[in-house]
């Protein structure tokens, strides 16, 4: 098995749909982030979660919302989207201490397309 | 906030020819940087992380070194292979606290190895 595995590798759904994207790491880090990847910006952090707890919701649009149940599991809930949420979603994780910092670990990604 | 400018946007280059991808930042107060890779389609993989304390990392024909008083990061390939083909990646946290999974990635420079 991978690192982290993302589920689904590709989604389409229409603006009035309910999806979502699933994460799982096989690392036992304690922190798990979700990271978008849009054609014409830099990859951009979302939301992060350090021991299960939500420590950055970075001006994400409610028609995101994450959860993270236990420290290996992240999903990111989808409704209403609109065409420009259409990108590659990536999960990322990482074990940290303090101010020890372990590199990232991202998934495949899933690629959105909202029609 | 942290601007994260990586140039050139676009290299072909011939195989085994030395390379060198360039990466700048506006807030030296950096607390380490990173160099990912990433495939098309596909997530990202860590390549180098330096700490904010050294002045270079090394992992086989990739080496990464760190200017913090200019704000900047040099990845050298040496002797490129077509398998070196993709998108290479800089990164810096946001800030020196804790979860420093929370990072600004550049836009990256998109590799092509001819044989």
């Known amino acids: 098995e991978t690192g982290v595995t993302q589920t689904p590798r590709h989604l389409v759904m229409g603006m009035t749909n309910k999806k979502s994207l699933k994460c799982e790491q096989h690392?036992?880090?304690?922190?798990m982030y979700w990271y978008k990847q849009s054609a014409k910006k830099p990859l951009e952090l979302m939301f992060v979660?350090?021991?299960?707890?939500?420590?950055e919701n970075n001006s994400v649009p409610s028609r995101f919302s994450p959860e993270c149940p236990n420290s290996s599991h992240l999903f990111l809930h989808l409704h209403t989207l609109q065409p420009e949420d259409s990108a590659l979603y990536l999960c990322?994780?990482?074990?940290?201490?303090?101010?020890?910092?372990?590199?990232?670990?991202f998934g495949n990604g899933t690629r959105l397309t909202v029609t | 906030k942290q601007e994260v400018t990586q140039i050139p946007a676009a290299l072909s280059v011939p195989e085994g020819e030395n390379l060198v991808l360039n990466c700048s930042f506006t807030?030296?107060?950096?607390?380490?940087l990173q160099w990912f890779r990433q495939d098309p389609g596909k997530g990202l993989t860590s390549l180098l992380l330096?700490?904010?304390?050294?002045r270079e990392q090394t992992s086989g024909r990739l080496n990464a070194s760190l200017d913090k008083s200019s704000g900047r990061s040099t990845l050298y390939i040496a002797a490129s292979q077509p398998g070196d083909s993709a998108t290479y990646l800089c990164?810096?946290?946001?800030?020196?606290?804790?979860?420093?999974?929370?990072?600004?990635f550049g836009r990256g420079t998109q590799l092509t190895v001819w044989p």
């Open positions: 990322a994780s990482s074990q940290e201490r303090g101010t020890v910092n372990s590199p990232l670990h």
């Open positions: 690392l036992g880090h304690n922190a």
């Open positions: 979660y350090n021991f299960k707890e939500q420590t």
């Open positions: 807030d030296s107060a950096i607390y380490n």
């Open positions: 330096i700490q904010s304390s050294q």
């Open positions: 990164a810096v946290p946001y800030d020196r606290g804790s979860t420093l999974g929370r990072l600004y």
